[in-house]
């Protein structure tokens, strides 16, 4: 039977957060072209759609797709809005299997990436005694604290393995505090320089706002502020793909549900215990969709299944 992967992107209003996307699935394409067809869709935003991508690869003969999302942290969109698309456009093909992988949460690799971002603006800048140094690490922010409690783990084993003089966390949204919340706290504390890391796969317009609210603290601040790059599609990303999909393909791609307000009641969050987890963003489906990824409005999912069922 003839497998596909379908690389689950969010989308972006920015051009160039959604070419440093196509650049990740070139890599894995190379990666695993051997053995699957490879493929990628959009959430919001841009184009081509999930449903899309999964006709392009059913039209190919795919009859089991691994849909690995490319999401950092498990917030909504990736405990409920991708499996919402992905068991909805399932339905559409009785003769299909989609798999849904894990994001990639707390990873070796990930901290591997940190550390290697971190270093590399280490280098280009002249050597202050890291106990004299910050780490900030910008996440995402949702409002599922499971979700943030991943940013913060991961903020503390850099913490404690590389040694900082204090490391906190802060986000471009949603959770608190925000960047120019917490980043007034190094320069309280004393910290010579303080390292930005913003745990962003790609460019975009939230990390171009994270950047814009570091230098503007630079210019003002007795504490230097660093901003490391995103992490991209580094060979670290794409190793993290490589167990993300084998969990996906024997059966161990489990999403850690212990502390899940979906699941249990977490302090502050008990009205979320139970509530129905299904998509909400299908008012910004593809509104900058690229004219060259635009799907004939005459084929379609619908006429694929149809021509399934014979009618």
């Known amino acids: 039977m003839k497998e596909g992967i379908l690389l689950c992107g969010h989308g972006s ?20 072209e051997n053995e699957y067809e490879v493929d990628y869709g959009f959430l919001e935003f841009s184009h081509p759609l999930y449903e899309a991508a999964v006709e392009r690869l059913y039209e190919k003969g795919v009859r089991v797709i691994y849909a690995l999302p490319v999401i950092l942290f498990a917030g909504s969109h990736a405990k409920n809005d991708i499996p919402y698309e992905m068991n909805t456009i399932q339905s559409y093909y009785p003769d299909l299997e989609i798999k849904m992988g894990t994001h990639i949460g707390v990873s070796s690799y990930l901290l591997d990436l940190s550390k290697k971002r971190i270093e590399e603006q280490e280098a280009l800048l002249p050597p202050i005694d890291r106990k004299e140094c910050g780490l900030m690490v910008i996440g995402r922010g949702t409002t599922d604290p499971d979700a943030n409690s991943d940013v913060h783990k991961l ?3 850099l913490w404690e393995g590389m040694g900082f003089g204090f490391t906190t966390v802060g986000y471009s949204g949603t959770a608190y505090p925000t960047t120019a919340e917490a980043l007034p706290m190094f320069e309280k504390l004393g910290m010579k320089r303080t390292y930005v890391i913003p745990f962003f796969f790609f460019t975009g317009v939230l990390l171009e706002r994270i950047y814009a609210t570091v230098d503007d603290f630079n210019k003002s601040s007795t504490t230097e502020y660093v901003n490391t790059e995103a992490f991209g599609a580094d060979e670290l990303i794409l190793q993290a793909f490589d167990e993300r999909l084998d969990q996906a393909k024997n059966g161990e791609a489990n999403m850690n549900c212990q502390m899940c307000k979906y699941r249990k009641q977490i302090i502050g969050f008990e009205e979320e215990e139970g509530k129905d987890q299904v998509g909400h963003h299908l008012n910004v489906k593809g509104i900058l969709f690229e004219e060259d ?17 014979g009618i």
């Open 293 to 309: 990824e635009k799907v004939d409005e005459k084929k379609g999912v619908m006429k694929t299944f149809k021509n399934i069922l």
């Open 155 to 157: 903020a503390a084993m």
């Open 13 to 32: 209003r920015r051009k160039t957060g959604t070419d440093a996307f196509k650049k990740l699935v070139a890599l894995l394409k190379n990666r695993y």
